[in-house]
């Protein structure tokens, strides 16, 4: 059964450690993150951008395949799903459908407006039990059409939008969706130390998880943050294992033209990239 994200992150806070964020783009996808976390003990969020969504046939499909999944593959550890940069049309859309979790992402609008906007998804999902992620300072890249520069959020109006009883905050601190370019010059963690000292228990949220060197995740973990989010990693990972069996001539030989067999390598990239990233979170065995 799908559950909030709420407690599983604040367990996470109080533990220092934090709780990956892998985004779905289909059965494989999802199927390989919920049996690396039921293997490993891990609590799991899987994300699902507007478009991914869209992708995989619409929020009740996704939903539809989640919980089937959980069922037949015996999934005990808890799992959230999780609108990722959702607009404030599908946060209702998701909600509707049946998720556990979303995040409205406000960032790119007037300060005002965003306030007004989480102020009233906050009344609605706490009134469901469903957990909210909000966003102040856009994070860098392009993510379904939300394009930031990697800017660092303002520490006040971090507390403005936490004192509404999100269930957790984005908070741009110079990290970037996608790959990181070689200029970057790395998370502030001066903003990330003032937004925590703002923001008290409230679980922060890393978003770009791909890229960011493993010692400044693990700094960022310990000034409070709790959800880690990766998604161009895995689709790295799975882009590469699938190349190399085509080039390899696999799907030429019997049968490996089937899509069980052409995309199993790239379903073993994704395990292993997520096992890794769990590693460095410090999140395996936290939901035993």
Not at 163 to 186: C, F, Q, R, T
Not at 208 to 223: C, R
Not at 229 to 256: H, M, P, S, W
Request: charged share 20%.
């Amino acid at each position: 059964m799908l559950v909030s994200a709420k407690e599983m992150l604040q367990k996470a806070k109080a533990g220092h450690y934090a709780v990956g964020q892998f985004n779905i783009n289909n059965l494989e996808w999802t199927k390989a993150i919920l049996e690396v976390a039921q293997e490993k003990k891990s609590p799991v969020i899987l994300g699902v951008s507007e478009g991914a969504g869209k992708y995989m046939g619409g929020y009740t499909t996704v939903v539809g395949m989640v919980n089937g999944l959980i069922n037949e593959l015996n999934i005990t550890v808890p799992v959230a799903l999780h609108l990722d940069h959702g607009s404030y049309d599908a946060c209702y859309k998701c909600i509707k459908a049946g998720f556990s979790s979303v995040m409205f992402d406000g960032s790119h609008l007037p300060f005002d407006e965003n306030l007004a906007k989480t102020t009233e998804l906050v009344n609605v999902t706490n009134q469901l039990g469903l957990s909210l992620e909000a966003e102040v300072g856009s994070i860098g890249g392009e993510e379904d059409g939300v394009i930031g520069q990697g800017e660092c959020a303002d520490p006040m109006e971090c507390k403005t939008i936490a004192d509404l009883g999100v269930s957790m905050l984005a908070a741009g601190i110079g990290n970037i969706h996608g790959k990181y370019p070689e200029n970057w010059a790395g998370l502030s963690f001066e903003t990330l130390d003032a937004i925590q000292a703002q923001t008290g228990d409230m679980p922060l949220v890393l978003h770009g998880g791909t890229g960011i060197p493993a010692d400044q995740v693990k700094k960022a973990i310990n000034l409070g943050v709790a959800k880690v989010n990766v998604n161009t990693e895995c689709q790295l990972a799975f882009a590469a294992e699938v190349r190399k069996y085509i080039e390899a001539g696999k799907d030429l030989e019997g049968k490996g033209y089937d899509p069980r067999k052409l995309l199993a390598p790239g379903t073993a990239g994704i395990k292993a990239t997520v096992i890794e990233k769990m590693e460095l979170f410090g999140s395996i065995g936290k939901a035993e």
